[in-house]
Each structure stands twice: as structure tokens, then as C-alpha cells.
């Protein structure tokens, strides 16, 4: 596996190449914790995450991501930027124009807003842990003063920078988009370490009407230490969804 650093728009980003290529690219967009400097990444120096670039280089995926700006929780100006080098990689890799994309956490808030966008260029999405309501996890940190002082700080943060927009974007609850999008969705629910139970009710809602509806979906509770496990079924939902090219 070949790793390659490089700034886009002002920001670090990482390609992993794979020696086989299968052609696909998955593009990650990480949770709060995650970072990209000049040299290395949060997916590199967590044992974890690193089993899980090598799984999807050895089958042939181009895996791709950017320090997205830290702790954006969503923002416009990290939908954005997600959008553009979307399209930045598409134009330098030989790649299908097709793309899996796979968040995490805080980074699903990224990846329900950028569904339109992407519109027919994403071939499917998986979402492990997810944060997908901004609302209820401010909800559910109530509880702990400390870390709710300090998760509404980040997000005020976040929202000053927006290149348009305003503070309020946030309560916009975005998850609607999961329900119009026609493409493959799997989620996987860490029942052990989870930073956002809170989004539970939410994700049910969004399964069942996808499921009335017929559009593929899966879902999975997981344990941490079923990380191989995951990544296999993860890796077997990616393959189904590249049946039609």
C-alpha cells in the first residue's frame, strides 16, 4: 500500500493506493478525533482504522480523505470542500466517476449534506456510529457540563466560518436526505462504544421508511472487537453495490 500526502484548499489530505486496482475509490470522512497532517493520519496511527485501509487497498480500492477542516460538525464549508476534492480526485486517478463513501460518527453530518450534491456519483453509503442529528447529541450532552460547554464552543466555531450561511444551519435536520437517496445505505452501531446513542430513534425511522420503500439497506450492531468481522461485511456490502457500473 502506497500512501501519498497533499494539501486542497489549504488542507491535508491522504490518498491510500492499492497494488491491485480495482478501479473503485472510497472516500472516508472521519469523526471528531480525526486528523490528516503532513506526514501521517488518525486512520494510519489507529491500529484499528490502519487493518481497515489495509482490507480495502488489498481488494483493490483507492481510499482517499481530508483533515476536512477538525471538528467541522457539519458545516457548509466542509461540504463543500468535501465536494471539490470529490471532484479534484476523480480528474487526477483513473477511477470509476462512481464513488463509496463511508463516515463515521461526526462525519456523517458531512455526508447527509452532501448527498445532493453528489447526486448520481455516489455509489453507495456506509455509516458506522453515526452522528446524523446535531440537535439530539447536544441533547444527550446536556448531562456531562463540561463537555457540553465544550461541544456547543465547537460548534459555534465551526458555524462563525462558514463561508455563507449562518449559526442556525445546524438545527437544519439534513437526514432527510438519506430517505430520497435511492443508492445502497449500510450503517454498523457500535453497541459498546458508542459516543452517539442518541441518534438511535432517528436511524430506526430512516431504516424502516427505506425499507417500506425498498430501497437497499442494511444494519448492523457491532461489537469493537468485531473490527474484522465488520470490515468483511462492510467490504461484501461495497462489491454488491458494483454490480452495475
Not at 44 to 64: C, D, Q
Amino acid at each position: 500500500m502506497l500512501n501519498e500526502t497533499f494539501q486542497f484548499e489549504q488542507q491535508w489530505c491522504m490518498v491510500h493506493y492499492p497494488e491491485r486496482p480495482n478501479g473503485f475509490a472510497i472516500f472516508i470522512i472521519g469523526d471528531a478525533q480525526h486528523y490528516v497532517n503532513e506526514e501521517t493520519s488518525f486512520w494510519l496511527e489507529n491500529k484499528g482504522k490502519e487493518m481497515m485501509i489495509s482490507a480495502f487497498t488489498n481488494e483493490g480500492y483507492l481510499v482517499y480523505y481530508s483533515n476536512l477542516f477538525g471538528r467541522n460538525w457539519g458545516n457548509d464549508k466542509a461540504v463543500k470542500h468535501a465536494f471539490r476534492l470529490y471532484q479534484y480526485i476523480i480528474r487526477q486517478e483513473i477511477l470509476n466517476n462512481k464513488i463509496h463513501v463511508l463516515a463515521e460518527g461526526m462525519g456523517a453530518l458531512v455526508a447527509v449534506k452532501l448527498l445532493p450534491l453528489l447526486k448520481e456519483y455516489m455509489r453507495s453509503l456506509v455509516l458506522i456510529s453515526p452522528c446524523i442529528s446535531l440537535q439530539s447529541h447536544i441533547n444527550q450532552e446536556q448531562r456531562g457540563k463540561f463537555f457540553y460547554k465544550k461541544l456547543l464552543k465547537e460548534i459555534e466555531i465551526a458555524y462563525q466560518e462558514q463561508d455563507e450561511g449562518c449559526l442556525e444551519d445546524w438545527k437544519i435536520d439534513n437526514a432527510r436526505n438519506l430517505l430520497e437517496m435511492k443508492k445502497g445505505l449500510c450503517i454498523f452501531q457500535r453497541i459498546d462504544n458508542n459516543n452517539y446513542k442518541s441518534q438511535n430513534p432517528r436511524l430506526k425511522e430512516i431504516m424502516e421508511e427505506r425499507n417500506r420503500q425498498h430501497t437497499p439497506s442494511t444494519f448492523h450492531f457491532v461489537l469493537s472487537e468485531q473490527q474484522i468481522n465488520m470490515t468483511n461485511k462492510l467490504i461484501s456490502f461495497l462489491r454488491e453495490q458494483e454490480n452495475e457500473l
